[in-house]
């Protein structure tokens, strides 16, 4: 799979990414696309692939253990929104 680091974050609006929520995650997953959300014009976050964030992270190690498997007495970097 590809990684966005060679190429530059797309950015786009909050709300064009609200709108367009599940086109940037296929994009993200699947080309390896980053996106930087903006609100009234200014960086708010940033949309990226779950293979960048470990590398960001750190959290990948040899075994290139994923963040949902977890290991004993760690926890996860990603916890699930409770809105």
């Given amino acids: 799979m590809a ?4 190429k530059t974050p797309k950015t786009i ?3 064009t990414a609200r709108t367009h929520l599940g086109q940037l995650i296929k994009r993200v997953s699947e080309a390896g ?3 930087v ?3 009234k014009g200014r960086p708010k976050a ?3 692939s779950v293979e960048e964030y ?3 992270r750190g959290r990948r ?5 994923s ?12 916890q699930a929104w409770e809105g």
Avoid: H, M, N
Avoid at 61 to 65: V, Y
Avoid at 68 to 77: I, K, N, Q, Y
């Fill in 3 to 6: 990684t966005s680091r060679a």
């Fill in 13 to 15: 609006s909050a709300f």
């Fill in 33 to 35: 696309e980053t996106f």
């Fill in 37 to 39: 959300l903006t609100k």
């Fill in 46 to 48: 940033v949309i990226l």
């Fill in 54 to 56: 470990q590398d960001l």
């Fill in 61 to 65: 190690g040899a075994a290139g253990q």
């Fill in 67 to 78: 963040i949902s498997e977890g290991s004993a007495g760690v926890s996860p970097p990603v």
